[in-house]
């Protein structure tokens, strides 16, 4: 009964960690350009879900 828990768990961190990493990627755009490509790409992603 643990697995599912660990499961949970290590999906949450990764979620944290890609978040932790668009940010920081943003960051860097936001360094390199004025507007921000990764907001761009967030939104495109948010408004067209790649998964159903």
Do not use: G, H, Q
């Not at 960690?17 to 004025?34: G, V, W």
């Amino acid at each position: 009964d643990a697995l599912p828990i660990c499961n949970i768990f290590y999906s949450s961190m990764i979620s944290l960690l890609i978040e932790k990493n668009y940010l920081i990627l943003k960051l860097k755009f936001r360094m390199l350009f004025c507007f921000s490509v990764a907001d761009i790409l967030y939104w495109l992603i948010s408004t067209f879900p790649l998964y159903p």
